[in-house]
């Protein structure tokens, strides 16, 4: 696991100038990758630029120094992340001649590029972000996984192509202003989250999952090498019937997954929450003959511990586990996270992954986590009771003329449940607590039950996948417009054709892609698109970056066995009965389970990687929301409706669940704070 970056100039000036600015940029980005890779940095610099590396050794520790190059020097290799065939294809290679001198994966890559050219992701199993320099064709070949578990930001202009692991180590040397980028901010608060291509600066693109890019002569070329959408629409026009697998067969593919990921010359231990997906990877690992280190978090509120059930299961397989205690953290440790990010990610659960990465990593330098199990095979309940509204709510929007009818009531509805909100909030100011308990409990259920209409109203209106996206949503996309200033709001109606409530398909650059996974719903059922729709956007876009931003932070490399190449392919070939059975979420890693592990673990209910956000708010945390959301600088920068950070914490206080939308809010500021108030970033001082 490795932090990469490189430019490639293009600029006709001075060769001084030149590399002066080339050498100030890759010191200046190696400086911001150090988390990423404590244990050494290299350079390769040729006449045209330079690719580098910063490295976290896993394999062959001594030799295996990056970047790499061929025989003769004129190809060199920088890798983020790992190849976990790497020894059958350097067998392969060198069968046809080419001579090794390491051990590591990221060899491969050079005499890999030798060999295939273009083609070379085809043959890779793993997780990787990889930038290639050919200095003979002048070209540099990059690509990235097919999941999106590593990531790979970029920019192109004049000057040429600058590429880095991370946007603060892209903006290292000062030479790229930062802008935000409007659309970007306006899909956010509704998703919470960026999918690939997007990013929240204007000129930086992130690499999507799956593809490849080609930089020569000035132009940039990119290609899809491999495509979830196209293998999930050949699924669907399968005449053959799905077939269902037995949880034995589902084991084999898992165990061979897990064990594949252990290849490393460092010790290797797993991420053990208690739920099916990680205590399923642990036996398999189990099963196959390894003996475990696992790790896992605990939280004082019991909605969100899971540790009991984690200690069950390492003692069932012999386990030496660690159990961390998470706390509400300090605002110094909210800063840290957020910097980290190096995004406006609002998924709260950075917080313990933070805090268990750092706990990890203090012995360890890999790890294993269950990350995948639900998106590919049945374990969000969000799934479910989504498809369950829709059934309800589907005919609604079907019948001709009644979505237009169903926007126009729900604003209606959204407009008095806004003015029953304001008369609870005016009510409990003027009676104090026992207005509270006297001439406002009516009211606010009232209020309650006529927002939750007015959503359920807006839904019927919206086509798939965007029904699902504003289900989800603290922000739904018809309603961000109540919570923007007007300066953001005005610029936001500019660049979006005048409605800066324009759903997430329309501004994410997704477009066309989701709408084709919208029609895989009504061919193959509605589990099966929303697997694809969450590969597409929140597993690259959330899940994997929470994933990598946090470990890497402290130096930690975490890998995926349920996000494996050939068990996702074969996951799109199975029936939804494997998906949900009778309301049982998973039900095939759960028979899985069955065979391996405790009955009370394998029944469990799914409760999610959360933290108790909206008590958190009420506390120490809050206080720090509404200093920053609520001062001078942050009303300036007009992002934000003041009156709308008022009412969130005012509601938050008096026992509404408000702390997720004041977390997203606040995470904004930070990062806005860190990254476009500063250039170069740094975080911010409270």
């Known amino acids: 696991m490795c932090g990469i970056s490189g430019w490639i100039l293009e600029a006709a000036e001075d060769a001084t100038a030149r590399r002066e600015r080339l050498v100030a940029y890759i010191s200046a980005s190696l400086a911001a990758l150090v988390a990423r890779g404590p244990d050494s940095a290299g350079v390769a610099e040729f006449s045209r630029g330079a690719i580098a590396a910063r490295r976290l050794a896993i394999l062959d520790l001594e030799g295996g120094d990056q970047p790499l190059y061929n025989e003769d020097r004129s190809v060199a290799a920088v890798l983020n992340g790992e190849i976990y065939n790497f020894e059958e294809l350097r067998s392969r290679l060198e069968s046809c001649g080419h001579r090794f001198r390491s051990r590591t994966d990221t060899e491969v890559l050079v005499h890999g590029w030798e060999e295939w050219g273009t083609r070379l992701p085809e043959y890779l199993d793993g997780m990787f972000a990889f930038a290639v320099w050919d200095d003979r064709q002048g070209t540099l070949f990059a690509a990235r996984d097919r999941l999106g578990k590593k990531p790979f930001f970029f920019t192109q202009d004049a000057g040429g192509f600058r590429f880095a692991s991370e946007i603060k180590a892209l903006l290292s040397d000062g030479a790229i202003r930062p802008r935000p980028s409007l659309p970007a901010i306006a899909a956010l608060l509704t998703l919470q989250h960026l999918p690939p291509p997007m990013t929240p600066l204007e000129g930086i693109r992130q690499l999507e999952p799956g593809m490849s890019l080609v930089f020569e002569g000035g132009k940039l070329r990119m290609?899809?090498?491999?495509?979830?959408?196209?293998?999930?629409?050949?699924?669907?026009?399968?005449?053959?019937?799905?077939?269902?697998?037995?949880?034995?067969?589902?084991?084999?593919?898992?165990?061979?997954?897990?064990?594949?990921?252990?290849?490393?010359?460092?010790?290797?231990?797993?991420?053990?929450?208690?739920?099916?997906?990680?205590?399923?990877?642990?036996?398999?690992?189990?099963?196959?003959?390894?003996?475990?280190?696992?790790?896992?978090?605990?939280?004082?509120?019991?909605?969100?511990?899971?540790?009991?059930?984690?200690?069950?299961?390492?003692?069932?397989?012999?386990?030496?586990?660690?159990?961390?205690?998470?706390?509400?953290?300090?605002?110094?440790?909210?800063?840290?996270?957020?910097?980290?990010?190096?995004?406006?990610?609002?998924d709260?659960?950075?917080?313990?992954?933070?805090?268990?990465?750092?706990?990890?990593?203090?012995?360890?330098?890999?790890?294993i986590s269950g990350d995948g199990g639900d998106e590919f095979f049945g374990g969000y309940l969000k799934h479910r009771q989504f498809v369950a509204l829709q059934r309800v709510l589907g005919p609604v929007g079907s019948v001709p003329g009644t979505s237009r009818v169903a926007r126009a009531v729900s604003d209606l509805a959204a407009g008095l449940a806004g003015r029953l909100e304001a008369r609870v909030l005016t009510t409990r100011a003027a009676l104090g607590s026992q207005g509270i308990a006297a001439g406002s409990g009516l009211t606010s259920a009232a209020a309650t039950s006529v927002r939750r209409a007015s959503r359920a109203l807006a839904l019927a209106a919206s086509p798939f996948p965007d029904s699902y996206f504003d289900y989800l949503s603290p922000v739904p996309s018809f309603e961000r417009s109540t919570v923007l200033g007007e300066g953001l709001l005005a610029e936001l109606a500019r660049v979006l054709s005048?409605?800066?409530?324009?759903?997430?398909?329309?501004?994410?650059?997704?477009?066309?892609?989701?709408?084709?996974?919208?029609?895989?719903?009504?061919?193959?059922?509605?589990?099966?698109?929303?697997?694809?729709?969450?590969?597409?956007?929140?597993?690259?876009?959330?899940?994997?970056?929470?994933?990598?931003?946090?470990?890497?932070?402290?130096?930690?490399?975490?890998?995926?066995?349920?996000?494996?190449?050939?068990?996702?392919?074969w996951s799109l070939s199975l029936p939804e009965l494997a998906r949900l059975r009778r309301g049982e979420t998973?039900?095939?890693?759960?028979?899985?389970?069955?065979?391996?592990?405790?009955?009370?673990?394998?029944?469990?209910?799914?409760?999610?990687?959360?933290?108790?956000?909206?008590?958190?708010?009420?506390?120490?945390?809050?206080?720090?929301?509404?200093?920053?959301?609520?001062?001078?600088?942050?009303?300036?920068?007009?992002?934000?409706?003041?009156?709308h950070v008022r009412d969130l914490i005012s509601r938050n206080l008096a026992g509404h669940d408000m702390g997720a939308r004041i977390w997203q809010l606040l995470v904004l500021e930070l990062w806005a704070r860190s990254f476009i108030d500063s250039s170069p970033p740094s975080p911010p001082s409270l």
């Open 223 to 346: 290609a899809r090498y491999w495509d979830i959408v196209e293998l999930a629409e050949v699924a669907a026009d399968s005449t053959r019937p799905p077939k269902a697998p037995s949880p034995a067969e589902a084991l084999e593919k898992i165990q061979e997954a897990a064990v594949r990921r252990t290849r490393a010359d460092v010790p290797v231990g797993v991420f053990l929450s208690g739920g099916i997906d990680s205590s399923l990877v642990a036996a398999a690992l189990h099963r196959a003959g390894h003996d475990l280190e696992t790790f896992s978090v605990a939280f004082d509120d019991p909605r969100f511990d899971e540790s009991p059930r984690a200690r069950t299961v390492a003692r069932h397989l012999g386990c030496r586990h660690t159990v961390l205690v998470v706390d509400q953290p300090k605002p110094d440790e909210i800063v840290d996270v957020v910097w980290h990010l190096d995004e406006p990610l609002a």
């Open 498 to 569: 005048g409605d800066p409530d324009s759903p997430v398909s329309a501004i994410s650059g997704l477009g066309d892609r989701l709408a084709r996974v919208g029609r895989l719903a009504g061919r193959r059922g509605p589990l099966f698109a929303l697997a694809v729709v969450d590969a597409l956007t929140e597993l690259p876009g959330d899940i994997l970056v929470k994933v990598d931003r946090m470990s890497m932070a402290n130096s930690l490399e975490v890998r995926s066995p349920l996000l494996d190449r050939s068990l996702v392919e």
């Open 348 to 367: 709260s659960s950075a917080i313990p992954q933070m805090q268990i990465c750092k706990a990890a990593s203090s012995r360890l330098k890999v790890v």
């Open 586 to 643: 998973k039900p095939l890693l759960r028979d899985a389970a069955r065979m391996l592990l405790p009955p009370e673990v394998a029944a469990a209910p799914k409760r999610g990687f959360g933290v108790p956000l909206s008590e958190w708010m009420r506390g120490e945390l809050g206080v720090l929301a509404a200093e920053i959301l609520l001062d001078e600088k942050t009303r300036d920068r007009g992002w934000i409706s003041p009156g």
